[in-house]
C-alpha cells in the first residue's frame, strides 16, 4: 500500500507538469506549420515544417523592433520602480511616522485599481508633454502600478532585517549612503531578485496602457501581434511564431531568480 500511494503521489505532479506544459507544446507546434495546415486540420506535429514564420519576425522591422520597443520600457520601468521603492520601503521598515500605516496602505490601492481607469488620463498628460508614443510613457505609466509592489516585497524583506545591522554600522561610523548601497542591499538582494521579477512581468505583459500610449515609433508587440490580419484571414502560424518568441524573456527572467522567488514564498511575502 505505501508503494503505491508513492508511486500515485509521483506520477500526479507529472501529470500536473505535462498538463501546464501542454499550451506551450502547442503553441510551438502551431508556429512550425503554415496557416493552411493549422486550418486544416488537428495533427500533433506540423507535417510541412517551415520556419517562415521566425524568419518574416526576424527580418521585417515591424516584428523585431516591436520586440526591442517592449524590452526598452519593460527595462526602464523595471529600473525606475525597484530604484524608487528602495528608499520608500527602508522607510516603512524602520520608521515609525503619523498616518504611515494609512500613507501604506493608499499606496498599495493604487495596485488595486484597473489599468484602464488611467488610460484617458495618461493619454492626454502623455501627449501634452511630448512623451506620447515613447518607450518612457508606457515606463512611467507601469511605475503607478509596480512601485507600490515592489515597495510592498521590499518592506517584508527588509523588516527581517535586524535593526541592530544599521545601529553597528552607524557605531563603526558608516555613513547612510555607504552603509545603505554597501551593506544593508547586499544583505536584501533577495528581495530586490523577488521585486525585478513582479516588476519585469507585469510590464512585459500588460496590454492596455502599452498599446495606447504608443502608435508608431515605440509599438510593443503585443500591439504588433493584433495587426496580423490579412484579406485571407489571421495569420495563425505567425501568431503563434511571436507567441512563442514571446515566452523567452521571462523564461529567462525566472531562471536567474528562481532562488529568490522560493526564498520570498518562504519568507511569505510573496
Not at 528602495?86 to 484597473?114: C, E, Q, V
Request: proline letters at 6%.
Amino acid at each position: 500500500m505505501i508503494t503505491r500511494s508513492k508511486s500515485r503521489s509521483r506520477f500526479v505532479p507529472l501529470f500536473y507538469i505535462i498538463f501546464l506544459m501542454l499550451p506551450i507544446y502547442w503553441l510551438l507546434n502551431m508556429s512550425f506549420k503554415t496557416t493552411n495546415e493549422i486550418l486544416g486540420g488537428f495533427s500533433l506535429y506540423p507535417h510541412q515544417f517551415t520556419l517562415d514564420s521566425y524568419r518574416k519576425i526576424l527580418t521585417d522591422p515591424t516584428w523585431y523592433m516591436g520586440y526591442v520597443n517592449s524590452l526598452t520600457y519593460v527595462l526602464i520601468n523595471t529600473v525606475l520602480s525597484v530604484s524608487v521603492a528602495l528608499p520608500a520601503a527602508y522607510a516603512f521598515s524602520r520608521y515609525r511616522f503619523l498616518g504611515d500605516k494609512h500613507l501604506f496602505f493608499w499606496l498599495l490601492s493604487n495596485r488595486m485599481a484597473p489599468p484602464a481607469v488611467f488610460v484617458l488620463p495618461f493619454f492626454q498628460l502623455y501627449s501634452a508633454v511630448g512623451l506620447f508614443d515613447t518607450p518612457w510613457a508606457v515606463a512611467f505609466s507601469h511605475t503607478l502600478f509596480n512601485v507600490p509592489l515592489a515597495v510592498w516585497i521590499l518592506e517584508g524583506f527588509m523588516g527581517g532585517v535586524p535593526k541592530a545591522l544599521d545601529e553597528t554600522a552607524f557605531v563603526d561610523g558608516y555613513s547612510f549612503p555607504h552603509f545603505f548601497f554597501r551593506i544593508f542591499i547586499p544583505t536584501i538582494a533577495a528581495g530586490i531578485g523577488v521585486a525585478c521579477f513582479f516588476c519585469f512581468m507585469f510590464s512585459w505583459v500588460e496590454l492596455l496602457l502599452a498599446k495606447n500610449l504608443t502608435s508608431v515609433a515605440a509599438k510593443p508587440i503585443a500591439a504588433v501581434m493584433t495587426k496580423t490580419a490579412s484579406a485571407s484571414g489571421y495569420e495563425l502560424g505567425l501568431l503563434a511564431a511571436a507567441g512563442s518568441l514571446t515566452l523567452i524573456p521571462g523564461a529567462i527572467v525566472i531562471y536567474f531568480v528562481r532562488n529568490y522567488i522560493a526564498k520570498g514564498f518562504a519568507l511569505g511575502r510573496v
